[in-house]
């Protein structure tokens, strides 16, 4: 087995750091500000809002979005996570597996009705497979926002990570619409590159019957700008209206399940497998 160490993962280390015994408060999660891993975290954003470019995420669209990497069932994809080695994050020890089935269960207490949603949860960080092919973390992992436009506010760490990127201050790209028509659609913008994309392009790639609203769940779960922060409304048309309640309500799952209480695995494989049988089954094409 190939252990690789992808450096600091923010949504890892930020959503959140986790301590044995520790019970977090919400307002305490994403923290951004201070904490033993801040000076990590802010140059894995300096080098993502550096290199996130137009031509950047529309060169790893023509590199990715193929799926012709490899092929292999989604348990095994899932399981293959346990390889990308956070070995600077001291607050989460655990495989990335875990987490995972942490959201699953979370989901599927609250939501025992809904087999779709429970996968979505499982599969949600799938799309981090990248990093076994030697992509940057910056390019898998963290936060995602538009490219071809102007960068809002309340991306994390605006301020002082965008000043070398040349988009920043192109006049085609810098403005509040940049290259697109208003209230175009989501599904017309251009996102940074990372795992919600590569994933999502996965399951359209290989026919998968999640619906609507999981697919978009998989897709913009990292978009915080937008799901959080109420930005880039003036892009969103009446679908990504209506489903963005379904992305916030998945959120609460992927933020606040991370527990130092780790779920049987083994235990759990056998009713999941049967999700992946019925929506995406067999061996994919990644």
């Known amino acids: 087995m190939r ?20 019970h ?3 307002e ?5 500000e201070t904490g033993s891993l801040i000076d990590r975290v802010f140059s894995t954003y300096k080098l993502m809002h550096t290199n996130q470019t137009l031509d950047f995420v ?26 990308l080695v956070d070995e600077s994050d001291p607050d989460v020890d655990f495989p990335n597996s875990f987490h995972a089935f942490q959201t699953a ?30 992509e940057p973390q910056w390019a898998v992992v963290g936060d995602t926002f538009p490219v071809g436009c102007k960068h809002q506010n309340s991306i994390v760490f605006r301020d002082n990570t965008f000043l070398d990127n040349p988009d920043d201050k192109n006049p085609s790209y810098n403005t509040e619409y940049g290259i697109y028509e208003p209230n175009c659609g989501l599904n017309n913008v251009l996102m940074s590159w990372g795992h919600d994309e590569y994933l999502y392009r996965v399951m359209k790639f290989n026919n998968c019957s999640i619906p609507e609203e999981g697919l978009y769940m998989i897709r913009f779960h990292s978009f915080y700008p937008w799901h959080s922060h109420g930005d ?32 049987d695995v083994d235990k759990l494989k056998p009713y999941y ?10 061996i994919l094409k990644w």
């Open 28 to 32: 305490e999660y994403r923290n951004f």
């Open 273 to 282: 497998q049967s999700l992946i049988d019925k929506y995406c089954p067999g």
């Open 3 to 22: 252990v690789i160490s992808i450096g600091p993962d923010p949504s890892l280390a930020y959503r959140p750091n986790l301590e044995k015994n520790e």
């Open 232 to 263: 880039y409304m003036h892009l969103c048309n009446d679908k990504d209206l209506r489903t963005r309640p379904w992305v916030q309500e998945f959120n609460k799952f992927d933020l606040y399940t991370k527990t130092t209480d780790l779920p």
């Open 24 to 26: 977090k408060e919400k």
């Open 58 to 83: 529309k060169h790893k669209h023509s590199e990715w979005t193929s799926c012709n990497h490899a092929q292999m069932g989604m348990m095994d994809a899932i399981m293959s996570l346990d390889q």
């Open 105 to 134: 269960e979370g989901i599927r207490q609250a939501h025992p009705d809904k087999d779709w949603f429970q996968l979505v949860g499982l599969i949600h960080d799938v799309g981090k497979i990248m990093a076994l092919w030697d």
